[in-house]
């Protein structure tokens, strides 16, 4: 029986225009409109005075994100949504808003104009590696501005790890370093390794730091393909590593893995993992574009895909875990 539903434009025309909702949040994130309206200033008027910006412009700003469900609107006074108040108003112990730099900075939005070309060709079109370039600064903005965001998914990852005695741990590809020093801040005896181009790592000492731990914090500058990595780790952290290579360079590297592990020891890796459909969930399924888009043969792979490339370098069966964030903690025993 033929559907009574008329085919209807709207959600191409609505796709085709959703550059302007990313516009709309990085605009409202420069101009600290969330961190505003929280202090009490409700009305375009008054957010305006303290933001230093047009009246016309704060209204026409705060409509639209009404409109996207980040503001609400009563009788002309905004207040924030529970997620804008959560995770965009810096004063917010949660507050995610530097992920904006990064996520919709220049870079990442130039780039993504290129996917035709990236469709075309299978791989980014950007120069050498793409993102995985040695010593690309992209890492530095990304380690400066992803680390709250990856808070949440840090507490999750150190919950998986047991034992509260002395603790080996390397932090491969650390980044900003949260992962590492929520072990370190779990575990008063864990001794953290953090590996990762040198002025990546400046801003990891630089959390460490902050967290207390820098007295158990030891950085390893370099590339995670080349460097020694030692012997004896009891856990070694794959955080949103793998995804950037194939299935053969992850099959060696993993080798290189299983080598530095103690007996008993655990890979232990965060990763977006679709389903094997992969169409679901939502954002592991969509995260493969920034592959296709940033690296030459990356991609995000399946729980089976992982499992059997762990296992191929020597590890016994992995476990897998799907945390609220929709990334997948997978915990691999020597």
């Not at 796709?15 to 309206?37: G, H």
Request: aromatic residues 8%.
């Amino acid at each position: 029986m033929a559907s009574s539903s008329m085919p209807s434009p709207m959600r191409i025309f609505e796709t085709l225009r959703a550059y302007e909702q990313t516009a709309a949040l990085r605009a409202a994130v420069e101009l600290d409109i969330f961190t505003a309206i929280g202090e009490g200033a409700t009305t375009a008027a008054d957010i305006a005075a303290k933001r230093s910006a047009s009246e016309r412009g704060v209204r026409i700003l705060c409509d639209y994100l009404a409109t996207d469900g980040l503001l609400t609107k009563n009788n002309g006074h905004y207040a924030c949504s529970p997620d804008a108040a959560a995770f965009l108003d810096r004063r917010s112990p949660a507050c995610i808003a530097s992920a904006t730099e990064f996520l919709a900075g220049n870079d990442n939005v130039t780039t993504s104009l290129s996917l035709t070309d990236c469709v075309r060709k299978g791989g980014t079109v950007l120069p050498g590696e793409g993102s995985v370039e040695p010593d690309n600064p992209f890492w530095v903005l990304f380690a400066r501005a992803m680390a709250p965001i990856m808070g949440i998914a840090a507490q999750a990852m150190a919950e998986q790890i047991s034992g509260t005695g002395l603790l080996k741990v390397l932090d491969i590809a650390a980044g900003h370093g949260v992962f590492g020093i929520a072990i370190a801040r779990k575990n008063p005896q864990a001794e953290i390794t953090a590996l990762d181009w040198a002025a990546v790592l400046d801003v990891a000492k630089e959390n460490a730091a902050k967290a207390g731990v820098s007295n158990r914090y030891h950085p390893l500058p370099g590339s995670a393909f080349d460097v020694d990595f030692g012997s004896g780790y009891d856990i070694i952290l794959l955080t949103n590593f793998l995804h950037h290579f194939d299935q053969p360079t992850i099959e060696r590297f993993l080798r290189k893995v299983h080598a530095a592990l103690k007996p008993g020891g655990k890979a232990v890796t965060l990763e977006f993992c679709p389903n094997e459909d992969r169409v679901t969930p939502l954002s592991p399924a969509r995260f493969v574009l920034t592959m296709l888009l940033s690296t030459a043969h990356g991609d995000a792979y399946t729980f089976n895909q992982l499992d059997s490339m762990f296992r191929t370098a020597g590890f016994g069966p992995s476990q897998h875990q799907r945390l609220p964030s929709d990334q997948s903690v997978i915990v691999s025993p020597t």
